[in-house]
């Protein structure tokens, strides 16, 4: 049954994404405006198929953290599967995904991406990178956008434990934005890479906000937050 699930389920989903993919060049060329709601639209698709095909039941706590903040935001979710990078498309307003710049050059997604507000960043250019991460920063956060990053730079398996890149806590320190930590075990049911998906309750849970602060100071914040948010994942 799994894997009649998890095979209709990417088939369908890859029909929707080149579907919607076709659909949103009257967006791109003529709506621009529409381009956050139209790919909160697929997003909202695509989860829906993952629960309902793959038997998955998504459970999110801590959305009273979500609903204390006005305005903007850092969100620094763990990062285990595809999942993670649909789901807060649905969990805040104005979302704004850090993301890897190769991604911009994805046919037909790529350009929708920027169009809906997201921040390519080429990590390959040091410096340069960070400089224009920060700028990205500042300008998401004056509108008033919630910023998600994946600290870990990957996607890693569930309970791996990875060094934490410094980008977020640069993030936080320049923009003075609380810094809101995620964990989550999507990478049981919608692994790396994985083509087949499982079914179960996938978790999303959402910590108390944490100040800015040194890196030598945040990092293990976020790290010490998420262990203790997964400790109910058990």
Not at 124 to 139: F, H, I, M, N, V
Not at 161 to 173: H, R, S, T, Y
Not at 185 to 199: E, Q
């Amino acid at each position: 049954m799994a894997v009649v699930r998890s095979f209709c389920f990417n088939v369908l989903a890859f029909a929707l994404t080149l579907l919607m993919g076709v659909g949103a060049f009257p967006i791109r060329w003529f709506f621009k405006g529409l381009a956050l709601p139209y790919a909160k639209l697929w997003s909202r698709l695509v989860l829906g198929l993952f629960e309902h095909i793959c038997g998955v039941e998504v459970r999110i706590t801590g959305r009273e953290h979500l609903a204390a903040l006005q305005g903007p935001a850092l969100i620094a979710s763990q990062h285990q599967s595809a999942f993670d990078t649909l789901i807060w498309m649905l969990l805040v307003p104005h979302p704004s995904y850090v993301m890897k710049g190769e991604l911009r050059h994805i046919p037909l997604l790529g350009p929708m991406l920027i169009l809906a507000g997201m921040m390519p960043i080429e990590r390959a250019d040091g410096s340069k990178a960070l400089r224009l991460l920060l700028r990205e920063t500042e300008k998401a956060a004056q509108a008033g956008k919630q910023i998600i990053i994946f600290p870990e730079g990957t996607r890693t398996a569930p309970g791996e434990k990875v060094a934490l890149k410094p980008g977020i806590a640069a993030m936080a320190a320049h923009t003075s934005l609380p810094v809101v930590p995620v964990a989550t075990n999507s990478g049981l049911f919608w692994g790396r890479n994985a083509f087949f998906k499982k079914s179960g309750v996938l978790h999303v849970a959402i910590g108390a906000p944490l100040a800015p602060a040194s890196r030598k100071v945040l990092l293990p914040q976020i790290a010490e937050a998420w262990q203790a948010l997964e400790k109910p994942f058990a």
